[in-house]
């Protein structure tokens, strides 16, 4: 590939093609030799979001745009197919070892308190069933105490979320991991322990144990998917692969094991319903009984948590790496309260996005969650809690299916997050408002069918949509100094929504339960459109280059497609934000940062002899990107457009060409 493809690589977005022959990003770079050329491309326009002709994949047409994604899918299909053929080849069992080391362990802590999280609704029609006088007539538990099981639990949540939140941009990710499993496993252990001198008493125990488990639980959002995420990005100054192809596949493959929690917990549940209760399934069930089966549930996941506990201890040392990394670079070392008000000035429109469908996905999900038992007595007329567990295993079984198709499709650059939760939004709302208007024709006379169809087909859209979603772009859109900080208030959000379901579903009968969730459905995909970003397929690197003009209050400096319109909400475009977007401009400016951080490495070389070498290894640097910098040295300075050193902008004090 010759110098000339260099010089026409395609579109200047937004100001069209380039008529004169002459490419302004690489005017100055004529002197690059044909190998020269071709690595800077590799770095700078990677093959899998540009073409040939360096377009990105964004400023295409509709049709070329399908063909260059299918293109790179089918590749990377194949690519993937053929690595696990090899290792198939080589130890059949290995897929199985890398699906559990690279999905399942960094999902374990959602895994289990997806596990104890949504057992509160399983187990609760056999408590009812069991103690009817503390959950159905009151005449022996206090009501505002047994009703306060399916609230305060998610005040805790939301503490955990906040204080974790804050806790893992401020001390790192790992010390908030550890600290989330150590305090899960103390409220399991709590929980299976709870007791009391009274029926009420052990009502009242059992209440705040949920709330203190669920700090913990509230710790796992936030740094689960950052710590997640920043291991996709990588800690070199290279994009990865696995970053613009596979990051968001890498979250929700670990979120989705709060799927799976939810599904091992009602299966032992039944399993454990049969063994203590003499294999019968039906109804009455003795107090010992009921008590074994829910202890027995708790005690379960208590042991995976002791091992998380180690294994996040011992083996999770480097994952604050990334977070350390954005601190060093703007000389910070505590919690960066600057970076947090300015994403709050900047990006708050965002903050309404994520918080705000949320808050509209949590009245869904954990509202059918917490009060699933009576949506499904509405399907049978059986007393049978068994009855009850069996409907809701098939309901679990459908919403793996949600999630594992929201894995599959979220890194598509033709759907994305975006659309997917749109849609997941939209197909909540139809799912609910159809019945809202004639209940009882769906749920008790002859639609009961169609009625059921529509509830599971709720349950497939919120995990193939906003719950999976949601989850993903509360750490994605923000920067990384303030990343867990951005969601855990949004999630802490989200969780008003299920306190707000959790409260209200008791002072609502079913039917007006249904004419009053579809609408939140219908506000999450508003607030989507116009506040939510579509960062699908956006390096997440240049995001972060992005924050760093704006950290150093050069915004409108920044010309890269961080502010592509495809990557901007529709308020950030209405605003004018993606007029800052310049194709040309910023691979100019790309190189001359590759400059300064080229020229600081010779510099550290000249000071420090010894281990030099291996400092300018870490930098990524080519022999042929060194060699080029080294003849052009004269020619270039690490500039801005406005003769500033983009090494100073980048705040990390290393001295530039221009100092020496």
């Not at 690595?83 to 960094?106: E, H, Q, T, W």
């Not at 011992?314 to 954005?326: E, F, I, N, V």
Request: hydrophobic share 45%.
């Amino acid at each position: 590939m010759g110098d000339s493809s260099m010089r026409d690589y395609g579109l200047a977005v937004p100001h069209g093609p380039n008529m004169t022959g002459e490419h302004v990003a690489t005017a100055n770079l004529a002197d690059m030799n044909g190998n020269e050329t071709d690595v800077f491309r590799s770095l700078l326009l990677p093959d899998d979001s540009y073409d040939e002709h360096g377009v990105y994949w964004a400023d295409m047409n509709l049709i070329k745009r399908a063909a260059f994604v299918s293109k790179v899918d089918g590749m990377e299909t194949r690519k993937e197919l053929a690595s696990i053929g090899r290792m198939i080849k080589a130890d059949p069992l290995s897929p199985v070892s890398f699906y559990f080391r690279n999905m399942v362990i960094p999902g374990a802590g959602l895994l289990l308190e997806g596990y104890v999280l949504f057992s509160i609704g399983n187990v609760k029609p056999l408590l009812q069933a069991g103690f009817p006088g503390c959950w159905s007539k009151y005449t022996v538990c206090n009501k505002t105490w047994t009703q306060a099981i399916d609230y305060l639990e998610i005040c805790g949540i939301i503490v955990g979320q906040i204080l974790v939140g804050v806790v893992g941009d401020w001390l790192g990710r790992r010390w908030g991991l550890i600290q989330d499993a150590v305090i899960m496993f103390l409220g399991l252990v709590m929980l299976t322990a709870a007791w009391g001198t009274s029926l009420n008493g052990w009502v009242i125990c059992y209440v705040w144990s949920l709330f203190f488990y669920g700090i913990g639980v509230g710790g796992e959002y936030p740094m689960t998917a950052t710590s997640g995420m920043e291991n996709a990005v990588g800690s070199g100054k290279i994009s990865t692969r696995e970053d613009r192809l596979h990051r968001g596949r890498k979250v929700t493959s670990a979120f989705l094991m709060q799927g799976w929690g939810q599904f091992f917990n009602q299966a032992i549940l039944i399993l454990l319903l049969l063994m203590f209760h003499s294999g019968k399934g039906g109804p009455p069930y003795d107090t010992k009984v009921v008590q074994w089966v829910y202890r027995v549930s708790f005690a379960i996941p208590a042991v995976g948590t002791l091992w998380l506990v180690y294994y996040r201890t011992y083996k999770m040392r480097s994952a604050s790496k990334t977070l350390q990394a954005a601190k060093k670079k703007q000389s910070v070392t505590g919690y960066d309260i600057q970076s947090l008000q300015m994403t709050i000035t900047y990006f708050g429109p965002r903050l309404i996005a994520t918080a705000g469908a949320w808050y509209a996905n949590d009245v869904f999900f954990y509202g059918n969650k917490l009060f699933q038992a009576e949506f499904i007595a509405a399907l049978t007329s059986s007393k049978s809690v068994m009855v009850t567990w069996l409907w809701n295993l098939l309901n679990v079984g459908i919403s793996l299916c949600g999630y594992y198709l929201a894995s599959f499709l979220i890194d598509n650059k033709l759907y994305g997050r975006k659309w997917m939760q749109v849609v997941g939004f939209i197909g909540d709302f139809v799912c609910f408002i159809i019945p809202a208007f004639s209940y009882h024709y769906y749920a008790k006379g002859p639609g009961v069918n169609k009625f059921m169809a529509m509830y599971f087909l709720s349950s497939f859209f919120n995990q193939f949509g906003p719950n999976a979603v949601t989850f993903l772009v509360a750490a994605e859109v923000f920067p990384t100094p303030i990343r867990a900080t951005a969601h855990g208030f949004s999630a802490a959000v989200g969780k008003l929504g299920a306190l707000t379901a959790a409260v209200l579903y008791n002072y609502i009968d079913v039917p007006t339960r249904f004419k009053v969730v579809p609408w939140f459905g219908l506000g999450g995909a508003i607030l989507t459109i116009l506040f939510l970003p579509d960062t699908t397929g956006l390096d997440l690197k240049e995001q972060e280059r992005r924050w760093a003009y704006i950290r150093s209050g050069r915004e409108k400096e920044y010309h890269g497609v961080a502010v592509h319109p495809k990557h901007l909400s529709m308020w950030e475009n209405f605003r004018g934000v993606s007029k800052q977007y310049n194709a040309e401009e910023d691979y100019r400016q790309r190189v001359e940062e590759m400059r300064a951080d080229w020229e600081a490495a010779m510099v550290r070389r000249a000071e420090e002899k010894e281990g030099a070498k291996d400092d300018v290894m870490e930098d990524d640097w080519s022999s042929e990107v060194s060699t080029f910098f080294e003849r052009t040295r004269g020619k270039n300075g690490a500039l801005t457009s406005n003769g500033n050193s983009l090494r100073d902008m980048s705040g990390d004090g290393e001295k530039t060409h221009q100092e020496l």
